[in-house]
């Protein structure tokens, strides 16, 4: 099976079992993809569940299946580490009530490179700007 490598950004994960999640990552190569994780939850994981946490910004290597199928992912990492939006209230609404406004924008499971660019540089922004507004562009 083909992998492929990507940035994505975490949109939500669903408990699954007793140590496994379903994760829908919007990457940057694939669009809009969900992936299976088994043993996350499990106190010997390599990777904990908090790095799917909505929001956070990823590199991941992920296996290529069918579409419409739950896929895995490989290997996975942080590729930004927010300093602001995981402990500022207003930041991390505002950064919600955005990925819930590019959740519904996205009609299909196709990629549009443009589409993620400009919600995770706008991610990124509201985490490192020293002010917020609630005119926030």
Known sequence: MATYESKGIIFRNIKYGESSIICDIYTEEKGLRSFIVSGVRNTKSK???????????????????????????????????????????????????????????LRNDEADPDLFRFVRESLIKLDASEQISPLFI
Do not use: C, W
């Open 47 to 105: 990777t904990g569940a908090g790095i799917y946490r909505p929001l956070h910004i990823v590199q991941l290597t992920a296996y290529d299946g069918p579409q419409g199928k739950l896929a895995r992912i490989k290997e996975i990492h942080f590729d930004y580490v927010y300093h602001h939006i995981n402990i500022h209230v207003v930041r991390s609404g505002m950064a919600l009530f955005m990925l819930e406004i590019a959740r519904n924008a």
